[in-house]
């Protein structure tokens, strides 16, 4: 059974501060993507990774793919308190054709 | 195209009663998708079909539950004799490519009670 586990469940920050939140796994995935949901509402894609060791940017967001394909990171510069969501990655191994949720880090930027 | 669309948004239903929710996904995407969702977890994988198809369904999920995509476009997700455990946001999600990611609906919240 594939297994993502996400850290930290939980954080609460201050408008303009920096944070990262991981991503972590001991299965190798073909891709990994990363969702923001809002409460009441279903997940949103942000970005897709699928080359170890990638990098993308998406304004003040920032994605990593480890290069082993086995972790990813979400760094945010200078957080908004429109960023306030749980942020959910999911990883698709190869042969399956289905994503994997992790239990999600529920990120709350007060103004 | 309006994105996923799942009704009703909510339900409350009496402990024993069945349930049904629907979910119609873009049409150009041959793959449907259901999770479920509790609070404090990430979506939990029910079920999967490409185009009407159920090809995939989660060891997890009981008899009781059973999922279908006639003529490969809306879905429809029975829960029968709902139990208080049954409470969660059930999500459908439809793709074209795996890699290119999920569309979601907005869910629908079950209430047992």
């Known amino acids: 059974t594939q297994l993502l586990e996400q850290s930290p469940q939980f954080l609460s920050i201050q408008e303009g501060e920096n944070l990262t939140v991981y991503c972590n796994s001991s299965s190798v995935f073909s891709s990994l993507q990363w969702y923001r949901q809002e409460p009441g509402e279903g997940p949103v894609l942000l970005v897709t990774v699928v080359t170890g060791g990638e990098v993308k940017k998406l304004k003040r967001l920032t994605f990593q793919f480890g290069d082993a394909r086995k972790d990813s990171s979400l760094h945010i510069t200078a957080a908004q308190p429109g960023d306030t969501g749980l942020y959910l990655c999911?990883?698709?191994?190869?042969?399956?054709?289905?994503?994997?949720f992790g239990k999600g880090t529920m990120l709350l930027v007060s103004p | 195209d309006t994105g996923v669309s799942q009704n009703p948004r909510h339900k409350i239903t009496k402990r024993g009663q069945n349930v049904t929710f629907r979910c119609d996904p873009i049409?150009?995407?041959?793959?449907l998708y259901w999770y479920r969702q509790t609070l404090g977890q990430g979506p939990e994988f029910l079920t999967y079909f490409q185009n009407e198809a159920q090809l995939e369904k989660s060891r997890l999920l009981s008899d009781r539950f059973s999922a279908e995509r006639p003529k490969g476009s809306f879905s429809t997700l029975e829960i029968q004799r709902t139990e208080q455990g049954d409470s969660a946001m059930y999500l459908c999600a439809s793709s074209g490519l795996l890699r290119e990611g999920y569309t979601f609906g907005s869910g629908t919240r079950l209430t047992v009670v």
């Open positions: 999911a990883g698709a191994e190869s042969g399956y054709s289905t994503l994997t």
């Open positions: 049409s150009e995407h041959n793959r």
